[in-house]
């Protein structure tokens, strides 16, 4: 039985001194070849590319670059239909960082779990503790 392989859909690709000298371009001509449907690049340090963060979709043949969405205040983000999700780079400490946002609920998270987590936990907790206050038998000030 021959296996049938699939190429990914989208492609992040961290920029380097090293792939810049191996030509992004080639690269991407690459993956468009394979059928590659979202190429991205992500510039770590802010120094290699125009922007920190450049996304591309593949349409009629070709890579054309993902269109700006406005968000709050000052901050845009681009949209990735593979993944459903609104991306940006923003710098912490000298370095950028890949931030996602679920359009539909406006939650940003990046890779830093632990504080995901701890975000999450602080949503239940407030949860929880509104539902126990309303469940609270009221008093006599309170039942009429």
């Given at each position: 039985?021959?296996?049938?392989?699939?190429?990914?859909?989208?492609?992040?690709?961290?920029?380097?001194?090293?792939?810049?000298?191996?030509?992004?371009?080639?690269r991407?001509?690459?993956?468009?070849?394979i059928?590659?449907?979202?190429?991205?690049?992500?510039?770590?340090?802010?120094?290699?590319?125009?922007?920190?963060?450049?996304?591309?979709?593949?349409?009629?043949?070709?890579?054309?670059?993902?269109?700006?969405?406005?968000?709050?205040?000052?901050?845009?983000?681009?949209?990735?239909?593979?993944?459903?999700?609104?991306?940006?780079?923003?710098?912490?400490?000298?370095?950028?960082?890949?931030?996602?946002?679920?359009?539909?609920?406006?939650?940003?998270?990046?890779?830093?779990?632990?504080?995901?987590?701890?975000?999450?936990?602080?949503?239940?907790?407030?949860?929880?503790?509104?539902?126990?206050?309303?469940?609270?038998?009221k008093?006599?000030?309170?039942?009429?």
């Open positions: 039985m021959r296996e049938e392989r699939k190429p990914p859909d989208f492609v992040l690709e961290v920029a380097s001194p090293s792939t810049a000298e191996n030509g992004a371009r080639n991407a001509q690459e993956y468009l070849g059928g590659v449907g979202e190429y991205w690049q992500l510039d770590p340090e802010g120094t290699m590319m125009g922007t920190p963060l450049e996304g591309y979709r593949a349409r009629g043949g070709q890579y054309q670059r993902v269109e700006t969405i406005a968000g709050t205040g000052r901050v845009e983000y681009l949209g990735s239909g593979v993944l459903g999700l609104e991306l940006r780079g923003e710098q912490r400490n000298g370095a950028t960082v890949l931030v996602m946002r679920d359009p539909r609920t406006g939650e940003e998270f990046d890779g830093d779990l632990e504080a995901s987590e701890r975000q999450r936990r602080i949503l239940e907790d407030r949860v929880r503790a509104e539902k126990d206050r309303r469940q609270q038998p008093g006599p000030a309170e039942q009429g």
